[in-house]
Every structure is written in structure tokens, then in C-alpha cells.
């Protein structure tokens, strides 16, 4: 689950966690939401079922939803950014900030205790800011396209867990990066060092502690599948992996699947949307791709571009923030980088800084998709037919504009346009054939 509000999460976090946990081979924003749906017959079209979005191929009602969907879509991405720069501003111009340390500091003299009631008030205060945007985005915009049958109630209760999970990983990653900032000169690559266990960790603990706060993971029940899951991550060299079927349906009706964890942690997750929806060849190649991911070390190139990113952000926010502080002092009522209430303005940056580079990103994250579509060929012996009918489906199911504006691709997505990959992977399996591989 993405805890697209908790900045702190996003910021530090964003960029490996997503890469790992929510990774799929999907493209767009997926919050997840809906009906569990039928199953595909044996000629490879998947029968609707009431109320359901699952039909394929696409009719041409559903069609002009994805485009409208996928404009959408485009614009949000912008509007996002504004968003959370406009938060950021608000919190620090009213001087919120210096307000909710100032109540801290009443209520406990403890250095811990400040910190711990600074960053409630201050999470309390984001989660209040962005709730009308993130209402609209994320629950309003599912329901309308259909993704999501989801109370309002649910809904919240995600949201609300959400807001504990971030409170904890972002109180914990305050009081490090304060301690930090106020003991050595050059915080920001102690700070970078200190993530890599923070984030390995994460990636660690995750699939067993946070995810299943949200989700029942259940091992899966169809041993056919089971079985060619297993073959195939064997034949990858991954012993015994866990294979798990996720009540992914219960948020969204989204299609999608990963492969996460790291040592003993490590598994194969199919959404019970892809279960259902997908043939057993198209989940082959779907998780070939993403055992590709893990053989080829993804999780660590992704986890060293974050390193490289924090480390120059933080070297970059050490030389431009003070000055802004000096000018705004008491605006903001603080007056240096090292005081807890200068953290909206320290996530703001980063923000901006993030959003900037973007590009850098997702570019590197689109290369590593194709290896893995490579990969995903190659290994699970689909034809390319198949593995461009998987990722057609993809795109209807969950409405992702297979051929985006360039501008949108490489500013904003993490895996290539799907019209891309069809192409990529029907030439891919010619060639191999040609060589006779
Ligand atoms: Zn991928």
C-alpha cells in the first residue's frame, strides 16, 4: 500500500519501497479497489461478470473511460506536485510549524517527547491538509472508473492504519536525521549511509508485518499454478519460494502481481484479480518478469540510485535552506536548519528536488522493466503473443493508457508505455526463435 500522504514515507522511502513492494507490471497509480471477479475460459477471453470492469477485450464504452482515465491521470500527476508543495507552504507561512514545536515543548521537557508530540501534531496537520485531494483522488476517481466498491468506512480505516505505519517509520527516521543534523557537519551523508539497513529492513519486515495489516494473504489454493510458480522461480535458482494469493480485490479491482521480500521473506504474490483474470501462460511470464527483478538485483541498483539521491539532496538542502530560514526566520519561527520545526520545509525541498528528478528515476526504472521483460520471456517460454496479450489486459483492466504522451512517459513513468513492451516483447521472441534458443 502507498502512503502517498505521509511525505516522509514517500520521500525517503518512495523510491525503494516502490520499486520492491509495489512492483508490478503495471503503470499506473494503483490504489487498489473491488469486485473479485471470473475467471478466463479456455479461449483466453474473459467472460464479464455483473458489475464487473474484467472484460476482454475491451468494449468500446470501457475504451473511452481509459482514455478519460488516463488524462486524467496526467494532469493529477501535476496537480499532486502543487499540491503537496502548497501544503508544505501553508504549514510553514502560517508558522504552524513553530506552533506545534512550541505545544511540544509545554507539554514534555523530554528531548524524546518533544520530537514524538512535534511529529504527531505535524502528521495530524498533513493527513487533515491533503485528505480532501486525497478523498477525491483516491476514493471519488476509483469509484467513478469503477475500481473501487470500497464504504467510505473501509476506506478510511486503510487510510487510518496508513497514518500509523507512516507515523512510526517517519518518527523514527526525525529523531535519527535531527541527531544528525545537530551533532555533524556533513549530516547528509551520514544520513545516506544510515538509510541503506533502514531500507533493507523495511524491505525485510514488509511483506510480513505491513502488508498483512491492510490484506489476507492466503498460499494459493489452484496447485497447478502453485507448481508452475515454483518450476519457475527453480529454474531461476530460487529455492522453495512462498507463493501467495493477495484479496487485492478487496480495494481494487486492479490486476497485478510481485515479487518482494528479501532472505527469508521472499515471495511470489499474484493479486486474486490477476488469479482470476489471467491465464496460467500469462502469469508465467508476468512472474518471470518479476523474479527477473530479484535475479538481476534490482532491488539493490534501485536501493543505490535512492543513496545517490538522498545523499545529494541532503548536500544541496545543507547549502540553500539556511539561507531561506535567515530570510524567513521569523515567519516560520525558527531559526536554523537543526530545529524540528524546520522538517516541512527540509520535506519540501525534497519534494521539488524529487520531482525534478524524476526523470533520472524513471529512467533507470524503465531499463530494468525491459531487461526484466526479457527476462520474463525467455524464462517462462510464453510467446511473445502471449506475454503482449498479459500486458494488453493489463492495460484494460487497469486503465492504463498503453501509448502516453512522450513528455508524460519520461517525466512520470517508472515502466514503459505498454504499447512499447507489446511491440518489445513480439520482436524479442522472433529473434529468439531466429537464433533458436
Ligand atoms: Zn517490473
Do not use: C
Not at 496537480?79 to 512550541?102: H, M, P
Not at 538485483?297 to 538542502?317: R, S
Not at 502516453?404 to 521472441?429: C, G, N, S
Amino acid at each position: 500500500m502507498k502512503l502517498a500522504w505521509i511525505p516522509v514515507i514517500l520521500i525517503i522511502l518512495f523510491i525503494p519501497v516502490s520499486a520492491i513492494t509495489a512492483e508490478s507490471v503495471q503503470i499506473s497509480g494503483n490504489r487498489p479497489l473491488a469486485p473479485a471477479t471470473d475467471s478466463v475460459s479456455s479461449a483466453g477471453t474473459v467472460t464479464p461478470e455483473s458489475g464487473s470492469n474484467f472484460v476482454y477485450p475491451i468494449p468500446p464504452e470501457r475504451k473511452a473511460q481509459l482514455i478519460a482515465y488516463s488524462r486524467f491521470n496526467n494532469v493529477w500527476r501535476f496537480a499532486e506536485f502543487f499540491i503537496s508543495v502548497a501544503v508544505f507552504l501553508i504549514i510553514l507561512y502560517t508558522g504552524l510549524s513553530g506552533k506545534f514545536r512550541d505545544w511540544a515543548q509545554k507539554i514534555s521537557h523530554k528531548k524524546f517527547f518533544i520530537y514524538l508530540f512535534y511529529f504527531l501534531f505535524l502528521s495530524i496537520a498533513l493527513f487533515l491538509l491533503n485528505f480532501i485531494p486525497d478523498y477525491y483522488r483516491n476514493f471519488m476517481v476509483e469509484h467513478q472508473y469503477g475500481f473501487s466498491n470500497q464504504s467510505f468506512g473501509e476506506w478510511l480505516g486503510d487510510n487510518l492504519k496508513s497514518l500509523a505505519v507512516g507515523f512510526v517509520f517517519g518518527f523514527f527516521i526525525i529523531l535519527i536525521l535531527y541527531w544528525l543534523i545537530n551533532r555533524f557537519r556533513r549530516w547528509w551523508l551520514y544520513f545516506a549511509i544510515g538509510a541503506v539497513p533502514f531500507m533493507v529492513f523495511v524491505i525485510i519486515i514488509w511483506p510480513v508485518l505491513i502488508s498483512p495489516m491492510f490484506n489476507k494473504f492466503e498460499p494459493i489454493n489452484n496447485i497447478e499454478l502453485r507448481n508452475q510458480m515454483v518450476a519457475l522461480a527453480e529454474k531461476a535458482g530460487i529455492h522453495n519460494p512462498d507463493v501467495y494469493e493477495v484479496n487485492a480485490s478487496k480495494q481494487s479491482s486492479k490486476v497485478n502481481a510481485y515479487f518482494t521480500g528479501m532472505f527469508g521473506t521472499k515471495r511470489i504474490v499474484l493479486y486474486d484479480t490477476a488469479v482470476n483474470n489471467f491465464t496460467i501462460d500469462e502469469l508465467k511470464f508476468i512472474m518471470g518478469h518479476e523474479i527477473g527483478h530479484y535475479v538481476m538485483n534490482h532491488i539493490w541498483y534501485g536501493l543505490l540510485l535512492a543513496i545517490f539521491l538522498i545523499t545529494l539532496a541532503g548536500y544541496l538542502a545543507d547549502k540553500i535552506l539556511p539561507g531561506i530560514i535567515r530570510k524567513n526566520s521569523r515567519r516560520f519561527g525558527f531559526s536554523r536548519l537543526g530545529d524540528m520545526a524546520g522538517f516541512p520545509l527540509l520535506m519540501l525541498f525534497i519534494t521539488v528536488f524529487l520531482f525534478v528528478a524524476q526523470p533520472i528515476n524513471n529512467g533507470a526504472s524503465r531499463l530494468m522493466e525491459y531487461q526484466s521483460d526479457k527476462f520474463g520471456l525467455e524464462i517462462s517460454g510464453t510467446t511473445g503473443d502471449e506475454a503482449a496479450t498479459a500486458f494488453d489486459k493489463l492495460s484494460v483492466f487497469n486503465l492504463s493508457d498503453p501509448k502516453p504522451p512522450a513528455l508524460i512517459e519520461f517525466w512520470f513513468y517508472d515502466h514503459p508505455a505498454l504499447q512499447k513492451r507489446m511491440e518489445r516483447v513480439r520482436q524479442l521472441y522472433k529473434q529468439m526463435n531466429k537464433s533458436g534458443v
